[in-house]
């Protein structure tokens, strides 16, 4: 050792098979923490994929709904206006009486032609309506339908969610749990007592 100098570092012995036995099973440790952590990730991404799915159904669901309501909306509009041409039918079938005196065979006149054919009209307009109605409730009713198929979709992408998320925080509490354990065998093995020095002979001599 020169003069005021410091001593070299104490290089470190070669590996024994047990060390390198222990670094490669560190190595399988952490490879498994990370296998972990990565099927963690692919269940919350197919969770998430699910919740995406529901949200979008959810938002269907209700646009159908609201259409469903517009058209029973427009239906009973349709069926308000019937009262209203009755009531015009009613108005034409007096004045017909009126005309003819309600008595049979009496000569029709041109008047009581027209009147009779404004009232098929208007009968024909109340079946009109009445056939429009039907045909817009049916198709409230088919929305209806449609959006109760769609909530069959939602339970099921919902219960999907939920099953991806319990897998992975399973995932994520393995890998917790194995990088605890390793990191407190990484922990013990860097804290471990070095081996105790070799004591002198009790025979040796002083020197002179």
């Known amino acids: 050792m020169a003069a005021g100098g410091t001593p070299p570092p104490e290089t470190p012995g070669p590996a024994t098979p047990l060390a390198a ?50 058209l ?12 209203e041409i009755e009531q015009q039918m009613a108005q034409h079938d007096r004045d017909i009486k009126a005309s003819t005196g309600g008595r049979a065979g009496v000569a029709v006149t041109s008047d009581v032609t027209s009147l009779h054919y404004k009232v098929r009209k208007l009968q024909q307009k109340v079946v009109d309506k009445q056939q429009k109605a039907r045909h817009l409730e049916l198709r409230a009713a088919q929305k209806t339908q449609k959006t109760a198929e769609l909530k069959v979709k939602v339970d099921r992408y919902t219960e999907a969610a939920r099953l991806q998320e319990q897998e992975a925080a399973a995932f994520r509490q393995r890998a917790d749990r194995l990088q605890m354990v390793t990191e407190q065998d990484v922990a013990s093995h860097l804290t471990a007592p070095a081996a105790p020095p070799k004591s002198p002979p009790d025979d040796a001599s002083p020197p002179p």
Do not use: C, F
């Open 21 to 70: 036995r222990r670094a490669r099973w560190m190595g399988m440790q952490y490879a498994d923490i990370t296998k972990l952590r990565e099927m963690a990730a692919h269940h919350d991404r197919a969770a998430a994929r699910a919740q995406q799915r529901v949200a979008r159904l959810n938002t269907h669901i209700e646009k159908l709904r609201h259409q469903a309501t517009l």
């Open 72 to 83: 029973r909306e427009k239906s009973q509009k349709v069926l308000a206006e019937i009262p």
